[in-house]
């Protein structure tokens, strides 16, 4: 398993701190000695690597992780990115979709998130996408919409609702996902059959109860035992690609608890 630091952030206030987020979580993780599966963690034989980013030089930043991601996925099998906020998916989205299409793969994207993350903004005006556009851009700029779905979405701006109907983007919400988890996990899993599958995962998809230090924290998320049973059903998908851990703020409240909920999200994919 490959391990890369890309702590870039490009939204609002909210979101600064987040940058740190990656050192914060693999501090906390050489305090987790095994994951649920009895695989013993140990952080000094992991395989680290940092994409450094200037984050006062977007065009830049994303440019990096673009590249870097790039010719990690055409290296590495298997790929944990710790971000930074959702703003980075953007350009790993777009790396993995050139990965894909280079590879004869069928690209599929799977997105654990309380929100659509489609404003009407800087998506459509060709500028760098932020965390709250970063989906909306992706979509524009070719990823097949009919294989993304999106997960635990429970706060949608109306202009998002319209985006997601016109491109036919799959949403699961909270009630019909925990009406019968073991099942809907099933149905996650069918979707992204027979493809190359990237899994983003926004912290905020879990209740603040569980995980506070975000910057749009949403009411009625996921608890953190039912989220790492997704994360552990998910992690068994064949195809599974990449993987990405953001909007986790160790600078806001309740850090300790949220940053300690990242690492065991890391170390059950380990």
Not at 108 to 117: E, N, S, V
Not at 181 to 205: A, N, P, Q, W
Not at 207 to 223: H, I, K, M, V
Request: aromatic residues 6%; hydrophobic residues 40%.
């Amino acid at each position: 398993m490959f391990i890369v630091k890309v702590q870039g952030i490009n939204g609002s206030g909210k979101s600064r701190g987040c940058e740190k987020a990656g050192n914060a979580i693999l501090e906390a993780l050489g305090e987790i000695y095994s994951n649920e599966q009895g695989k013993p963690i140990d952080v000094d034989l992991l395989d680290l690597e940092e994409i450094h980013l200037d984050n006062s030089n977007l065009e830049k930043a994303n440019g990096l992780i673009y590249k870097n991601a790039l010719e990690i996925f055409e290296t590495k099998p298997k790929t944990i990115f710790l971000g930074g906020d959702h703003s980075v998916s953007y350009s790993l989205g777009k790396a993995f979709l050139e990965h894909c299409k280079s590879s004869g793969k069928n690209p599929c994207l799977i997105i654990l998130d309380a929100h659509p993350d489609c404003m009407f903004s800087a998506a459509e005006n060709f500028k760098i996408p932020t965390h709250r556009e970063w989906l909306m851009a992706l979509v524009n700029n070719g990823f097949p919409a009919e294989n993304i779905l999106l997960v635990g979405v429970r706060n949608s701006d109306p202009s998002e609702i319209e985006f997601l109907s016109r491109n036919r983007i799959r949403v699961t919400g909270m009630n019909q996902l925990l009406e019968d988890l073991r099942d809907t996990c099933d149905i996650i899993m069918e979707f992204s059959s027979g493809k190359e599958l990237y899994l983003s995962i926004d912290i905020d998809v879990v209740d603040p109860a569980f995980a506070p230090a975000t910057g749009y924290a949403e009411a009625g998320g996921l608890t953190s035992r039912q989220l790492l049973y997704l994360v552990q059903r998910l992690n068994k998908i064949r195809g599974l690609k990449v993987i990405d851990i953001v909007e986790i703020n160790p600078e806001r409240s309740g850090a300790e608890i949220t940053v300690k909920l990242g690492a065991k999200i890391l170390a059950e994919l380990i």
